[in-house]
């Protein structure tokens, strides 16, 4: 879903400078689910992103979501009240059990290709 900016009146953001944007939304998710902010290509292009993108809102959170934003382009840049300005994911996750291990299972790839699966 966009989340919107809930402004009464217009935040300028000034070039490498950021800003915790308000959405006016707060939720509630069920225990397993977890909620992930990402960044609107359209600003990216533009040069705002969401710099901890995806930014995590834990199961547990209860306060306003906000959007951290920051601006990497070399001018100012204002967000209107209203503005789409980035988009929230409702995600399950699983919860796994760590287990310490002297050896992995071995497979195609193994530790070659790091960062891409080309065999080198």
């Known amino acids: 879903m966009d989340l919107h900016a809930h402004l009464g009146a ?9 800003a915790l944007i308000p959405t006016g939304l707060y939720i509630e998710l069920s225990p397993g689910c977890e909620a992930q902010i990402r960044a609107r290509s359209s600003w990216g292009i533009k040069g705002l992103i969401v710099p901890n993108a995806p930014g ?10 906000k959007v951290a934003l ?3 382009s070399k001018q100012a840049h204002t967000v209107n009240p209203g503005d789409r300005m980035a988009q929230l994911i409702v995600m399950q996750f699983v919860k796994i ?3 310490a291990v002297n050896t992995l299972n071995n497979t195609e790839r193994g530790t070659g290709g790091f960062g891409s699966t080309d065999k080198q």
């Open 70 to 72: 920051f601006n990497i």
């Open 10 to 18: 217009p935040v300028t953001i000034a070039p490498s400078e950021g």
């Open 97 to 99: 059990q760590w287990a």
């Open 56 to 65: 995590t809102i834990d199961a547990d959170y209860r306060g306003e979501i």
